[in-house]
């Protein structure tokens, strides 16, 4: 070997040395600095994992990179899923119960979208992909006027956009054909808007909604009458952000319903799929709950959890014990007030007449929530 090959060889092993000693003195720094940090405990870290199957995880992780799951959008296709439609909460089609059914599972923090009187192109359909990249399942409440219109793109596109919506898997309520108020209508007239909707529904997806949302919340002895003969859910909501005052306002229908989640342990929120304003307010919405989410999960607190109709409505069912105590309690306070009021009257002299209606319309109570929720 002559002395330049000789001289290269040399060179060689004392660049491997070299490497070596540096690997070495690394690796020792390396297991240092780990050893430091493993004798002080770190706060777990949250984060947001978006798998297809289990969309809007929201997990945590630590020290051994094990992952806990805290929070989860539920998919309307898990294994567990309820039946559709499930067995009637609401069989009476009661008012009260309607509302307090809205406000779901107790103290559980779960929440469910709903979308009042589309389909409407160009806002509904984008709406839809917002809803899909994020895995959430919805109840769109549809006013038919769309489906049956005699002008053309819009009946073509909105008929395909209800399509669209079951085939992501939404579910579809009756909100009537043209949103009038029903208490105002004749019993033949309110037949006509909450079947002839169902009529347009079923000639489009093949079967008749099983959820009921009377526009604006107005409400009446008839309508309940042919709810129940139908067999429709009564379906009402709890977070409503008046969406339709806040014209091109999205930040304004964002705040209001994340102030009234923040308020309430979750909820039935309405929204209208037709103002453009109300859905771009939907992202923001999420982005909150994200934050929230991750927040709760630093110390120690249950999610809110963003369920799909079925599941929503199923949790909503371990309420009925307590509004069927509520009703009992009420009805014993009637009965106790109407014996006390009953043995203070005179049995002598002159008895006054009280200012009383017996011709009231039923539908009267409701004028209260109609005017409170008109939209």
Known sequence: ?????????????????????????????????????SSHPRARAAL????????????????????????????????????WPPPLLNPEARLRWGWDLSLGRPGAR???????????PG??????????????????????????????????RARQILRDIVAQGHIVGNHTVH????????????????????????????????????????????????LVARGNELWMWSIDPHDYLLVNNAEGVAQAVITALGNHAGGTVLLHDTHPWSVAAVPKILRWLDTENAERALSHRAPYVILDAPHYLEGARSRLPQIIAAEADASAAAAHHARD??????????????DTDASADPGDAAAPAADRDAR
């Open 110 to 120: 779960e929440v469910l979208f709903t979308f009042d009187d589309g389909p409407n």
């Open 48 to 83: 947001n994992l978006r798998i297809p199957l289990l969309p809007r995880l929201l997990a945590t992780v630590d020290d051994a990179g094990h992952v806990e799951p805290l929070g989860v959008v539920v998919p309307p296709d898990a294994a567990r899923a309820p039946s």
């Open 341 to 354: 009021a009953s043995a203070a009257e005179p049995t002598t002299g002159v008895m006054g007449e009280g």
């Open 179 to 226: 949103h009038l108020v029903l208490p105002q209508l004749p019993p033949d007239r309110v037949r006509y808007e909450i079947e002839h909707n169902a009529d347009l529904i079923e000639e489009v997806l093949g079967e008749r909604p099983h959820l009921f949302r009377p526009p604006y919340g107005a409400y009446s002895e008839d309508v309940r009458r042919h």
């Open 123 to 156: 806002t509904t359909d984008r709406l839809l992909p917002m809803l899909s990249r994020a895995g959430i399942h919805a109840a769109f409440f549809v006013c038919g006027w769309r489906l049956e219109s005699s002008e053309e793109p819009l009946r073509s």
């Open 1 to 37: 070997m002559g002395r330049r090959q000789q001289r290269a060889a040399r060179r060689s092993q004392a660049l491997a040395f070299r490497a070596v000693a540096l690997l070495a003195v690394g690796a020792a720094v390396a297991t240092g600095v780990l050893m430091a940090l």
